[in-house]
């Protein structure tokens, strides 16, 4: 789920997501995350090689009560990587 929550300056929105990342396999189980981002008013996305830094607040399974923090960043081939750093 992505929310518009400010209507920024300079072309900028901020938007709070909520998302869930289904794990299968050995280490089956999801994470929750959460968090605000600054996107541009025009296009659905960030830029090209920006980075989204998110809170990791919680986990099912392999993964229950995780706490951390999901980076993700926007790739040249308009793909995505997700790394989570768990502690």
Do not use: C
């Not at 992505?2 to 909520?18: F, H, I, S, W, Y």
């Not at 289904?22 to 968090?35: D, R, T």
């Amino acid at each position: 789920v992505l929310t518009t929550t400010a209507k920024g300056e300079n072309d900028v929105d901020t938007r709070m997501t909520e998302a869930v990342f289904v794990f299968s396999g050995e280490k089956a189980g999801s994470l929750l995350v959460s968090g605000v981002g600054s996107y541009p008013k025009q296009g659905s996305t960030v830029e090209v090689d920006s980075m989204l830094e998110r809170a990791v607040i919680g986990g099912t399974g392999w993964f229950a009560a995780a706490r951390g923090t999901l980076v993700s960043t926007h790739l040249q081939d308009n793909t995505w990587t997700h790394e989570f750093i768990l502690r």
